[in-house]
């Protein structure tokens, strides 16, 4: 039994699910307590609500980072609209976790200074109350995506279309390859990236033609520089560089397949 | 009881291979596209079990991984099928396949926990090794056509891929 549960809180997927209702649901359970504080001009009353708060906003990092490590093994399970729905759910939580970090500061001064300055308490827990429903909202955006990914009973409406420039880094697998002056080509095929290594300069932009028979990743080893997502067979992929620096790169999928980008 | 069932699959496999080797048995390409077709079915049967039953992070992601990567390779020569004009035939190696399949469904289906992480990683790498060696030398040598030579190439350095990644695996569990 034991052994279960520790084998299920080893699967980020698990994880990401089971924590992901505090910074909603705790969240909406801290405003209530925050209103009626304010109501009851209350700083005692205040107090554990803004802890409640604090808490549920800040459960967004982890809820964010195992988000972010379920997304491969999520999106090769999902069908088409539920590829659609994940990308649309990673943009939204990418786009919009910062609501959270600022009410998280914003819960914790509001927690602090009052101490200090007695007669800001009623202030700043207006301010937490106002971010913290605009949070709310922002935060049943994100889930509302993310409930569809794989519960195909809750899809009463076709998935998100992407613009590619809505789509941004998220989904670029979906971007049409020729949208942008592309300046050097690599090509997947056999497992391989052909050229493994490619020199370019600030500015210039790279596409990956897939021309293998399975889907493949073009994802930075350090993490947050570029992820492709899946670029399903005989389709591309295309990044623009803007940075300088040496980047080594794989694929989630096969770890054995590895390049090279050097932009100077 | 595990052993057994690899050494029937193998042997299964072998006989089949071995009949289709023979010169009067040689494999037509209607017969290859269905025996690759049924041997990346299986494999997205068995997949998706492990991807739904197994508890085990690893291989529940190299199944997600076995899944999706047959699926895209089987779309691949479907389309390809239906661009030659080429119906898939049955044969007795496709059958044999198929029946494989089933048993070792059936078998994974009556496991659990780390017995079925095992059994089902252990087919795994018989069967990939299996595959590996009928493509190479049954099925590549014996294809007329061109086109579905190329697809049976390529589909080489991805079944060797999976076997690495499923040794590796079956080495961890131990």
């Known amino acids: ?264 | 009881m595990k052993t057994s069932f690899v050494l029937t699959l193998v042997g299964l496999l072998a006989v089949g291979v071995v009949r289709a080797q023979g010169p009067a048995a040689a494999p037509t390409d209607p017969q290859i596209a269905m025996i690759a077709v049924t041997a990346d079915s299986v494999d997205i049967d068995a997949g998706k079990l492990a991807a739904e039953k197994s508890s085990n992070p690893k291989v529940k992601q190299f199944a997600q991984l076995m899944v999706s990567d047959h699926t895209s390779v089987n779309k691949k020569a479907t389309a390809l099928a239906k661009k030659l004009n080429l119906t898939p035939e049955e044969s007795e190696t496709s059958r044999s396949l198929k029946s494989d399949g089933d048993k070792n469904l059936e078998k994974l289906r009556g496991l659990s926990g780390a017995e079925f992480d095992k059994a089902y990683i252990d087919n795994e790498v018989t069967y990939h090794e299996s595959v590996i060696n009928a493509v190479t030398n049954t099925l590549i040598p014996n294809t007329k056509n061109a086109e579905l030579k190329k697809l049976l190439e390529s589909a080489g350095p991805i079944f060797n891929s999976h076997l690495t990644h499923a040794k590796e695996l079956q080495s961890s569990l131990r």
Not at chain 1, 228 to 236: N, Q, R, V
């Open chain 1, 1 to 264: 039994m034991i052994a279960t549960i520790l084998r299920d809180l080893r699967q980020p997927e698990y994880i990401h699910v089971l924590i992901n209702p505090l910074p909603v649901y705790g969240l909406a359970v801290g405003l209530i307590g925050l209103l009626v504080a304010i109501c009851l001009r209350s700083r005692p009353a205040t107090i554990p609500a803004l802890v409640v708060v604090l808490v549920s906003a800040g459960a967004a990092w982890p809820v964010y980072e195992y988000g972010e490590q379920a997304y491969n093994g999520v999106l090769s399970m999902a069908d088409e609209a539920g590829r659609a729905w994940l990308a649309a759910h990673k943009a939204r939580a990418e786009n919009l976790i910062w609501f959270f970090y600022a009410l998280a500061i914003l819960s914790a001064i509001a927690l602090i200074v009052p101490v200090k300055w007695p007669k800001s308490s009623v202030w700043l827990a207006i301010a937490v109350l106002v971010l913290g429903t605009i949070s709310l909202g922002v935060g049943g955006y994100i889930s509302y995506a993310g409930g569809r990914i794989r519960h195909r009973e809750f899809r009463n409406e076709p998935p998100p279309q992407q613009s590619p420039a809505a789509a941004g880094e998220v989904s670029p697998a979906a971007q049409p390859a020729g949208s942008v002056p592309v300046s050097a080509r690599v090509t997947i095929q056999g497992l391989k990236y052909s050229p493994e290594t490619i020199e370019i300069t600030k500015g210039e932009t790279i596409a990956w033609d897939n021309k293998d028979l399975t889907p493949h990743t073009v994802t930075s080893q350090s993490g947050g520089e570029f992820n492709s997502g899946s670029i399903e067979a005989d389709a591309s992929w295309s990044h623009t560089f803007t940075q300088a620096g040496t980047f080594p790169y794989s694929c989630t999928f096969h770890p054995e397949m590895n390049g090279t980008i050097v932009v100077h």
